[in-house]
């Protein structure tokens, strides 16, 4: 989840309130922020990444002022200016082929509210906009920019300008290469021979997104008219970023004026602020909240969370929802506001009166019973992840096959599953040489195998005696015992394949049919494993006997 | 009355010795200090073994200089046979020969107090003239107090005549206490044994014998004992109290497709809802999914257009292949969204605890591998009071009374809630995340009525109540660490 830094005063100066910061964690823990860190002035909050319209101070404000004061709607300034007209040349089409964007006029950037905008913008491109892969946002100085705007890609030794931070022009190329930014996102526009640039009427270069804008757009505190531009592939994750940018800009100043993208077969205007409708069943609010509310109580919540309503009929609502709440997709997303906004600490729980029967996992009371066994017989359990690597496999079962394996891991020890216990029983032999002896332990528990494509999964027994003398017969009592004890006969049949040493190894067989072997570990590979005592082992597959578990038997 | 392995031994010598002994002679037979008598024979004398009785004995010890003068002859001895053998008359100076300095004027006192001699002047020299050759009484004394010192067995004028003797440090005069054991009850067994072996039990003879007592106050080894792992046994308590609550526990793979872990929950494809976490993508396992077609239509057409649920959905081309693809589960939801298709009618009431899998920064609070328990309860007229109650009575069994709601954020549930339990010592935790289905959930699975889901990461309580302050020690290698880990 993104988390958002802000100035506590310019937080409370933007919602008009003055409360405790006790209060105002509060405020906030009710509209899902959760207070992470306060150091000084500045708090940090973690947010939902269904409200993008918290992710600065401007939008956390609009939010605990609405929460706390209640609104009347949202209505944003729009200046009297004509549309700014953009041209989309074809050429972009293959390769970042929609922009939107907009202009606020008459802002007033104090330091923190530039902040706030990198911050924003930054949030925005790391959720919405995938990275900048699906969106990314520009936001210039329109006073030093030249109207018509003209979106369209070039070869990138086809033009060249000064970039942010820079001190020289550089061409396309060396923008990619010579630049943080251009390192950064180059996976974006390295395939393609020709990248996506906003110019002005003047022909200069604006931007080339969605890597890097021009040194000579940047916007200062002394900025007094914005432009911002959203290109990406995806329409409504830049339109998402465009309102989220504009509604967040104007709820300190400004007036938007629209841009009129112009493609080759059409036009759109663009921000799209228009406030859309959701109908709210009164009976759906009752049903998933359980609250008895009366219509205007529900207004009176609703308008808390900043939504404005009125009734439909007599069983709906009909709720407008502001251009910045993307989240709301269904009438369920209200039911939340309402709850939200009526405080879920003020709700009575009730334990659901719904008749059912406890059950265990078929199988747990096997697993209960072997596990018994094994204690019984002195063994201490262990228990290891499920996640290994086929390295250790290798090692331990002389050679792997099956084993489904992770493609891009996070650390070589965790990259693929257990397809056997017996690796994991070694490694903790293996790390426990100094400790008292006799050490005798055992594991219990899922291993996956992949067959033809398909992964399957077997619950294994494995059980591991080490001491400074340790017999064949030692184990293999071990087996004998369990299966008495769980009514099976036991067949040992030899086999003569490592781990084991030869002649002191037995495949173990059920009902005439192999679920696994045990034996005296190959010295070879107690060295290995640095195990410096001898160790009788034994590994069965018991998937097939879970069904033992069931209380009368025929 | 039980005796102790030293007391048998010292009854045993003692009946050895006739029923009676002192203290240095049970010491010499036994080897063993007196010293170490005495106490033994206080505590067998409380439990009426024996009488002892203490006598001071006054001895006479010849010191060195005594000796001495037994071997060589007392000095007055020594100068009557000097004086004797030159002639009956000598120089006093020439005794010197005969006597050490210190022994000259003792003698001549002697020989002249008893008439022995005389001092005379000869050519201006004092001279020693004999006048008749007598021995000395004490001479016997010294012979007989060599051969008996106890004072008591001397007639009264030996002790008397001993009193020169102390005087001219020949003799001196030590106390000691002796003490001596009389045996008045024998002990029931002679015999001591290390162990009573099933031959002593079936022949009887343990009859006869007392077995070695141990000091109990000792500690013995410690057991290397089996136990069951910890963790695990939190987890088995965990399912107890679902149980108890009514709760069915299901299973599902742990190699999931994207289908059943994202897909069927409503987490959009390429959109921060699925990234709300990362996933494992997984090699050389086949692509499908595992999912009748209508099923897997309808859940296209949710994510689409809200697949007429009354949602917009989510507004893109929802891509077959992307769902199709095989992943590490991420979250244990994708075993609960299965039972319940499974299951479609109600009540459904089922919870899966198991392993999930996220790439994460591997630290002392993050594993990639770890446990997750959720939970579903689905029936006609559940909502969200329900869902407090089961949270609140969760929280409750778990042993924390007092739980608070905040509203969260999960891209399967509307709404969304959170549960924080109030720890004794460490504050409010947060504990589960919890909701209802979203109807874009619910309606593909056909699924009619309400469902509540909840789900706690397991491993943050099991570390509470281990007492671990890292993720990987509740799989630890550390065999000692199990060993010595104790539930209290």
Known sequence: ????????????????????????????????????????????????????????????????????????????????????????????????????????????????????????????????????????????????????????????????????????????????????????????????????????????VL?????????????????????????????????????????????????????????????????????????????????????????????????????????????????????????????????????????????????????????PLFG???????????????????????????????????????????????????????????????????????????????????????????????????AAISDYKVSFEDIQAVALSLFKNLSKEIEFRPIAREPFIDGRAAAVFIDDKKIGSLGEIYPRLLIDFRIDTPVGMMELNLSSLLSLESLFRG | MSLSQSEAQLLECLKKLGGQANASQLSSELKLPESSIFPLSNLLATKGFVNVTETLHENYILTEEGVYCLRNGLPETRMLNFISSHGGSVPLKSLASVLKPNEVSAAIGWGRKSGAITIEK????????????????????????????????????????????????????????????????????????????????????????????YDVTASPPSLKIGKKHPYLQFLEEAKEILFDMGFEETSGPYVENEFWNFDALFQAQEHPARAVHDNFQLKGITPIIDAPVALIQAVKSAHENGGGTGSKGWGYSWNIDIAKRPVLRTQTTAVSVRSLFDRRTPPVKTFCLSKVFRPDLIDSRHMVEFGQLDGILGDHGINVKHLLGILTEFGKQLGFNEIKFTPGYFPFTEPSIEAYVKHPKLGWIECLGSGLFRPEVLAPLGIKFPVIAWGIGIDRLAMIRLGLDDVRELNTLNLEALREWRWW
């Open chain 1, 1 to 204: 989840m993104p988390t958002v830094t802000f100035d506590i005063d310019d937080l409370m100066k933007l919602a008009g309130i003055s409360i405790t910061r006790e209060a105002l964690i509060e405020i906030l823990s009710s509209l899902k922020c959760e207070a992470e860190l306060e150091i000084g002035a500045k708090m940090t909050v973690e947010v939902t990444s269904d409200r993008p319209d918290f992710f600065s101070c401007e939008g956390l404000a609009r939010g605990v002022r609405l929460y706390a004061k209640g609104g009347k709607g949202y209505f944003p300034k729009h200046s009297s200016s004509a549309p700014i007209q953009l041209y989309v040349r074809p050429s972009v089409s293959e390769i970042r082929p929609f922009i939107v964007a907009a202009a606020i006029h008459d802002v007033q950037l104090s330091n923190e509210a530039m902040v706030q905008i990198m911050q924003l913008q930054e949030k925005l491109h790391n959720t919405y906009g995938s990275k900048r892969f699906k969106a990314s946002i520009g936001v210039y100085n329109l006073d030093n920019m030249q109207p018509d705007m003209i979106y369209e890609a070039l070869p990138p030794e086809d033009f060249s300008f000064v970039p942010l931070e820079e001190s020289r022009r550089m061409d396309g190329r060396e923008i990619l290469r010579d630049t943080a930014k251009g390192r950064e996102y180059s996976p974006i526009l390295k395939s393609f021979s020709k990248y996506p640039l906003l110019k002005d009427s003047r022909g200069t």
């Open chain 1, 207 to 359: 931007s080339m997104p969605p890597i890097i804008n021009s040194e000579e757009t940047r916007v200062s505190e002394t900025t007094r008219n914005l432009f911002i531009d959203v290109t990406g592939t995806d329409e409504k994750a830049i339109n998402l970023c465009l309102n989220v940018m504009v509604t967040s800009i104007l709820e300190r100043s400004g007036k938007v004026q629209k841009v009129e993208v112009n493609y080759k077969n059409k036009k759109v205007v663009t921000p799209i602020l228009g406030k859309t409708k959701q109908l709210l069943n009164l009976a759906t609010v009752k049903a998933v909240s359980g609250l008895s509310l009366k219509p205007d109580q529900i207004i009176k919540l609703l308008n808390r969370m900043g939504f404005e309503s009125r009734p439909a009929s007599g069983k709906q609502l009909e709720v407008t929802i502001p251009p910045y709440r993307v989240d709301i997709i269904h009438e369920v997303d209200l039911v939340e506001d309402i709850i939200m906004a009526f405080g879920l600490n003020n709700m009575h729980s009730e334990f659901p009166a719904v008749a059912s029967i406890g059950k």
């Open chain 1, 364 to 462: 747990s009371k096997f697993r209960s019973r072997v596990r018994d066994l094994m204690v019984g017989m002195g063994f201490q359990e262990i228990s290891t992840y499920l996640l290994s690597n086929k390295a250790l496999e290798d090692k331990a079962l002389c050679g792997v096959t099956g084993a489904v394996e992770i493609e891009k891991p996070i650390s070589s020890e965790y990259s693929a599953i257990r397809t056997s216990l017996l690796p994991k029983l070694l490694l903790f032999l293996g790390n426990n040489a100094h400790v008292p002896y006799p050490q005798r332990i055992f594991e219990y528990g899922d291993v996956v195998k992949v067959v033809n494509g398909v992964a399957v999964t077997s619950t294994q027994l494995a």
């Open chain 2, 122 to 213: 000869r050519d201006n020299l004092p001279n020693a003239l004999l006048k008749h050759k007598q021995k000395s009484e004490l001479e016997e004394l010294l012979y007989k107090l060599k051969a008996d010192g106890e004072k008591s067995s001397l007639s009264p004028l030996d002790q008397a005549l001993s009193q020169p003797l102390i005087e001219r440090g020949l003799v001196i005069l030590r106390e000691r206490t002796e003490i001596v054991l009389q045996m008045i009850r024998e002990p029931e067994s002679a015999t001591i044994l290390n162990a009573l072996t099933s031959d002593l039990i079936r022949s009887g003879k343990w009859k006869g014998s007392i077995l070695r007592p």
